[in-house]
């Protein structure tokens, strides 16, 4: 049974930072391109970062570029996200997904159409 579970979230302030992790069982991700999504209240599940097989390609929402860095060790079988000065706006549930190829990940497909996996999901609140 393919799961991939989230881990990290939790209530920081502005301005703080905090490392998500998604570990994969079940599942090879070194075949996949592993990425996160996040879905905010009230809101439309959106497009955060991707990061390619291998890790030597990523692509980043405009929101968090600069801010956020998406990694993976495929010997741990756990990709990250690394979130650095975090704003009230980025208080959201993040989900981490894997897809077969980069090209899944990116603002053209904010639902995510197309992932082979999802995990559930880890919650981040921002206060200001």
């Not at 209530?11 to 992790?21: E, I, T």
């Not at 929101?63 to 060790?73: E, L, N, Q």
């Not at 995510?112 to 996996?117: E, Q, S, T």
Request: charged residues 20%; aromatic residues 10%; contains cysteine.
């Amino acid at each position: 049974q393919v799961q991939l579970v989230e881990s990290g979230g939790g209530l920081v302030q502005a301005g703080d930072s905090l490392r998500l992790s998604c570990a994969a069982s079940g599942l090879n991700i070194s075949m996949y391109a592993m990425g996160w999504f996040r879905q905010a209240p009230g809101k439309e599940r959106e497009f955060v970062a991707g990061i390619s097989w291998s890790g030597s390609s990523t692509y980043y929402s405009n929101s968090v570029k600069g801010r956020f860095t998406i990694s993976r060790d495929n010997a741990k079988n756990t990709e990250y996200l690394q979130m650095n000065s975090l704003k009230p706006e980025d208080t959201a549930v993040y989900i981490c997904a894997a897809a077969r190829g980069l090209d899944y990940f990116g603002p053209h497909n904010d639902q995510g159409d197309g992932m082979d996996y999802w995990g559930k999901g880890t919650l981040v609140t921002v206060s200001s």
